[in-house]
Nanobody
Framework: QVQLVESGGGLVQPGGSLRLSCAAS????????IAWTRQAPGKLRELVAS???????NYADSVKARFTISRDNAKNTMYLQMNSLKPDDTAVYYC?????????WGQGTQVTVSS
């Protein structure tokens, strides 16, 4: 059984930065895909960034050049560095792991960008 635990959310002013972490426990193997998605109130869930085990990275247009996804396979941890945050980035952020035909989700962490 795989479990994902997120941390790092909070309140930040516009223009600020946050780093989200997602620690995975259980059996992690390749190939796999890690991803961050977010959901704002009244909006559909949006894929923010993804990172495959063979090194392919993808970003939503809305976060390109501001967010960076990374992974530490030795620690089974994924990260999302978020810079130049905007009020539109306010959402619950979820990490996700896809492997062996199954999808695992973290519990979500709230990010609020407000002055």
């Amino acid at each position: 059984q795989v479990q994902l635990v997120e941390s790092g959310g909070g309140l930040v002013q516009p223009g600020g930065s946050l780093r989200l972490s997602c620690a995975a426990s259980g059996s992690i193997f390749s190939p796999n895909l890690i991803a961050w998605t977010r959901q704002a109130p009244g909006k559909l869930r949006e894929l923010v960034a993804s990172f495959s085990s063979d090194g392919y990275i993808n970003y939503a247009d809305s976060v390109k050049a501001r967010f960076t996804i990374s992974r530490d396979n030795a620690k089974n941890t994924m990260y999302l560095q978020m810079n130049s945050l905007k009020p539109d980035d306010t959402a619950v952020y979820y990490c996700r792991l896809i492997q062996g035909g199954r999808t695992y989700w973290g519990q979500g962490t709230q990010v609020t960008v407000s002055s």
